[in-house]
T-cell receptor, first 118, second 114 residues
Framework: AQKITQTQPGMFVQEKEAVTLDCTYD???????LFWYKQPSSGEMIFLIY??????QNATEGRYSLNFQKARKSANLVISASQLGDSAMYFC???????????????FGSGTRLQVQP | DAMVIQNPRYQVTQFGKPVTLSCSQT?????MYWYQQKSSQAPKLLFH???????NEADTPDNFQSRRPNTSFCFLDIRSPGLGDAAMYLC?????????????FGDGTRLSIL
C-alpha cells in the first residue's frame, strides 16, 4: 500500500489566488514527520514546510501553510497569493519513527505539478 | 553558505561504461542519502549512510554502489550503466539530532546514457 498519496497529478491556479495541494498518508507509527518539497524544472528539491505528528498547531512558513488533519491522515499544503515562480512540482513526504530509530529516509508521494497562470 | 554540492550537474556516459557521481556537504550532517528520480516520478531511495554504516534498500540493483570516505563526501558508482539508469540522481543529508530537521538536497546530477 502506498504510504503517501497525492491524488492531483496537475493543478492550475490564477496568479494571486490561493491553492491547496492534497496529501494523505498511511502509517501505524505514532511518531512521524511530514514534509513538503518544491521541485522546479531545474531539478533541485527545495524544502518548504514541516509538520510533526505531535505538533498541536498547523505549521506555517510565509505564504505556505499546512492543513494537518491527523484523524483523517491528511497534510494538505496551502499556498496563498500564488506567484508565477510557484510553478513547479510539489512533493509530500513522510519520515516515520522517532529520531533515534536510525532509519531517517523519506517516503515521497508521486507529486503534483502546479502551474500558475497570469 | 552551508550546502550540499553535487558534481557534475550533467553527466553523459556510454552504455556499460562505469560512472561516478559525487556529493559533498558542509553541513556536518551524519546521514547522507542517494535517490534516483526518473522523469515525472517521485525520488526513490537507493541507499544511505548513517555515519559510516551503509544501508542498502532491498530493491537497489547490485549495479549501484556507494562510498563515503569521510563525513563530507559521498560517491555513487554505477558499474555498468544501462539505458534504464538514465535519471536524475539526488544526494541529500540530514542530522539525527533533531527529529524535525528536513533533508537538505543538492541540485542533482542528470545522467544520460548513450
Amino acid at each position: 500500500a502506498q504510504k503517501i498519496t497525492q491524488t492531483q497529478p496537475g493543478m492550475f491556479v490564477q496568479e494571486k489566488e490561493a491553492v491547496t495541494l492534497d496529501c494523505t498518508y498511511d502509517t501505524s507509527d505514532p511518531s512521524y514527520g511530514l514534509f513538503w518539497y518544491k521541485q522546479p524544472s531545474s531539478g533541485e528539491m527545495i524544502f518548504l514546510i514541516y509538520q510533526g505528528s505531535y505538533d498541536q498547531q498547523n505549521a506555517t512558513e510565509g505564504r505556505y501553510s499546512l492543513n494537518f488533519q491527523k484523524a483523517r491522515k491528511s497534510a494538505n499544503l496551502v499556498i496563498s497569493a500564488s506567484q508565477l515562480g510557484d510553478s513547479a512540482m510539489y512533493f509530500c513526504a513522510m519520515r516515520e519513527g522517532r529520531w533515534d530509530t536510525g532509519r531517517r529516509a523519506l517516503t515521497f508521494g508521486s507529486g503534483t505539478r502546479l502551474q500558475v497562470q497570469p | 553558505d552551508a550546502m550540499v554540492i553535487q558534481n557534475p550537474r550533467y553527466q553523459v556516459t556510454q552504455f556499460g561504461k562505469p560512472v561516478t557521481l559525487s556529493c559533498s556537504q558542509t553541513l556536518n550532517h551524519n546521514v547522507m542519502y542517494w535517490y534516483q528520480q526518473k522523469s515525472s516520478q517521485a525520488p526513490k531511495l537507493l541507499f544511505h549512510y548513517y555515519d559510516k554504516d551503509f544501508n542498502n534498500e532491498a530493491d537497489t540493483p547490485d549495479n549501484f554502489q556507494s562510498r563515503r570516505p569521510n563525513t563530507s563526501f559521498c560517491f555513487l558508482d554505477i558499474r555498468s550503466p544501462g539505458l534504464g539508469d538514465a535519471a536524475m540522481y539526488l544526494c541529500a543529508t540530514s542530522s539525527d539530532r533533531l527529529s524535525n530537521q528536513p533533508q537538505h538536497f543538492g541540485d542533482g546530477t542528470r545522467l544520460s546514457i548513450l
